[in-house]
T-cell receptor, first 110, second 115 residues
């Protein structure tokens, strides 16, 4: 069964305190590992897609990396506006769907 | 460029009733998928429509059904509502209906409460 597991479930950081979020996955027919950001009461917003082990992508204070079994979202010197739930998903070519993890709720305090 | 829009934003139904949720895809996007997101969980795939045909489905019973129209807008219908159907229903669109899932653009969702 396809599975995406994210840790930690919740993370509280002080402004400027860097950290990493973890996503481990077992998705048959995997085609891409996706990161989304979701603010309360909103739909998920696309951040990154990674396709190959060793690939890295950056956007402002965020950097996503991929290995054969895990992906990490590194947050460098976060700001309060980075507070959100970060969702990881594996692309399943069979069902043409994304299999999402439960997310990491990030709170950055000033 | 108009994003994905969903209606209604909130609704309350009672157990056993039927509900229809609507979605207008982002301009130029011909593929629409629906996801169910329970509180504190990640979205779960319901189904995908491409060229007015369902071409992918998750582990949801047949009482969850859908339509896609020639203008690529879509509907999600749920019959015989159960308490566990209470959730945020998300519509997402993208270009291309093939196996490569690609970047999805999500709407803000329809919050359904079943009493």
């Amino acid at each position: 069964e396809d599975q995406v597991t994210q840790s930690p479930e919740a993370l509280r950081l002080q402004e400027g305190e860097s950290s990493s979020l973890n996503c481990s996955y077992t998705v048959s027919g995997l085609r891409g590992l996706f990161w989304y950001r979701q603010d309360p009461g909103k739909g998920p917003e696309f951040l990154f897609t990674l396709y190959s082990a060793g690939e890295e992508k950056e956007k402002e204070r965020l950097k996503a990396t991929l290995t054969k079994k895990e992906s990490f979202l590194h947050i460098t010197a976060p700001k309060p506006e980075d507070s959100a739930t970060y969702l990881c998903a594996g692309g399943d070519t069979g069902r043409r769907a994304l299999t999402f993890g439960s997310g990491t709720r990030l709170q950055v305090q000033p | 460029e108009t994003g994905v829009t969903q209606s209604p934003t909130h609704l309350i139904k009672t157990r056993g009733q039927q509900v229809t949720l609507r979605c207008s895809s982002q301009s130029g996007h011909n593929t629409v998928s629906w996801y169910q997101q329970a509180l504190g969980q990640g979205p779960q795939f319901i189904f995908q429509y491409y060229r007015e045909e369902e071409n992918g489905r998750g582990n949801f019973p047949p009482r969850f059904s859908g339509l896609q129209f020639p203008n690529y807008s879509s509907e999600l219908n749920v019959n015989a509502l159960e308490l566990d159907d209470s959730a945020l229903y998300l519509c997402a669109s993208r270009v291309g209906g093939g196996a490569n899932t690609g970047e999805l653009f999500f709407g803000e969702g329809s919050r359904l409460t079943v009493l």
